[in-house]
């Protein structure tokens, strides 16, 4: 096991000394970077070494020309590399006022070093903070784009002009282009002129209003035409003053067709009633009608719009029987359960004209959101009940007169 380890201990490589150095500065930049901004700060510093050895009094032309270097490792690598740049910066013109004979007092050199040692601080520390706000605001931004671009719904966004400034993944998806072939074009370059300018109508309402709206809005696709519910509203600068207008387009084709469709199975079901022969009826949970067709106007008197709203009890229950309606109707409310449901039954109704007469109804109560819905078939057995009569009128004559 010794050997192994010792073999593989041999066999792995330290890297060089200078990507050593490089991959303990700040990780601001790629390795790359981080190098070409050391070898010219290097070359500066030589660069500056050399031409204080040619000058004949280099002392303050050479003092000022360090600033360079420093001043690139501080803000490249922040207020830690600045220093070191400082004092390797120091040194070199130490040595080249040795080398040259130049004189300068030790207060000179205090001065220079402090001087070097505050710049490449400052100017680090400035950098490290800068450097730490701008990778806060990438990341946010990076964060904002996720978001964007993993919603199905389609975002933009556009300056006053109309030109467009942002557009998400959805929007690149839909219209077949990239985001930055989209950047700074109108609507008129994207879309038929048609399409555009209605666009471009509900962008100039939310400018005006300075408030957000919703709108359909219709676009063509390579499926044909779309529904979209489009919120927009305003973008204020730090002034209070609209710069633009952002755009959430979510696409409700499907929802319309189902309402369509929906709309459409209604009506049917509403002409089917109303072509009924037998009177329809709907009442909700409160007792209110919902629903009343033309046979049931016939049968009563009453036309919809009269009763529509109104309590069912008042309009068609002889007053006697509407203390037993409501407690039938609380009953059920409570229990789930009602004698008179799923079965026909005979009572008296009340016409318009305050007459009653008789009918036969079938009662269905459905669950639907909100609470229960009551519909009921109602014939009027008027006819049928005086037949009935007239037949044990005849029965009883003829009875008589066998007894006879």
């Known amino acids: 096991m010794d050997a192994r380890a010792g073999s593989l201990h041999k066999g792995s490589k ?11 500065l700040p990780q ?12 010219s700060a290097g070359a500066l510093f030589v660069g500056i070494f050399g031409l204080g050895m040619l000058v004949d009094d280099p002392a303050e032309a050479v003092a000022v020309l360090y600033v360079l270097p420093i001043a690139l490792v501080a803000i490249k690598f922040g207020a830690g590399a600045g220093a070191a740049a400082a004092v390797c910066g120091l040194g070199l013109f130490a040595i080249t006022n040795v080398v040259t004979g130049a004189e300068m007092s030790p207060i000179g050199y205090v001065t220079r070093g402090v001087a070097f040692l505050l710049l490449g601080s400052i100017l680090g520390n400035f950098s490290t903070r800068l450097q730490a706000t701008y990778d806060i605001v990438l990341k946010r931004e990076q964060q904002l784009q996720a978001i964007l671009d993993n919603s199905t719904a389609v975002i933009y966004l556009k300056d006053r002009d109309g030109r467009y400034m ?39 309402r939310v400018l005006k209003e300075d408030a957000s709206i919703e709108v359909e809005e219709i676009a063509r696709e390579d499926d044909g035409g779309h529904t979209y519910l489009s919120v927009k509203f305003p973008l204020h600068d730090a002034t209070g003053k609209a710069y633009g207008v952002c755009g959430i387009s979510t696409d409700i084709t499907a ?10 199975s209604k009506d049917r079901v509403g002409q089917i009633i109303d072509g009924a022969r037998e009177a329809f009826i709907s009442m909700d949970q409160a007792g209110k009608i919902t629903a009343w067709n033309k046979a049931a106007e016939g049968m009563f008197g009453w036309p919809p719009a009269k009763v529509i709203g109104n309590q069912l009890a008042d309009v068609i229950i002889p007053e006697r029987y509407r203390e037993a309606h409501n407690r039938g109707l609380e009953t059920f ?8 449901l799923n079965s026909r039954v005979e009572l008296p109704a009340l016409h318009r004209d305050g007459t009653e007469f008789p009918v036969e109804l ?10 229960f819905s009551f519909h009921a078939f109602i014939h009027d057995i008027s006819d049928r009940k005086r037949l009935e009569r007239e037949v044990v009128r005849l029965s009883e004559l003829r009875a008589g007169a066998l007894n006879e």
């Open 14 to 24: 330290k890297p060089p000394p200078y990507k050593r150095l490089l991959s303990r």
């Open 28 to 39: 601001r930049s790629s390795q790359t970077e981080r190098a070409l901004t050391l070898a």
């Open 166 to 204: 942002l557009v998400n993944k959805r929007f690149e998806e839909l219209y077949g282009t990239r985001g930055q072939k989209i950047v700074g074009r109108k609507d008129r370059e994207v879309f038929p002129t048609y399409q555009a300018d209605a666009y471009r109508a509900s962008d100039r």
């Open 255 to 264: 929802r319309k067709l189902a309402e369509q469709a929906l709309k459409e």
């Open 333 to 340: 409310m409570r229990t789930g359960k009602g004698p008179m």
């Open 362 to 371: 079938s009662i269905t109560a459905l669950k639907v959101r909100g609470g």
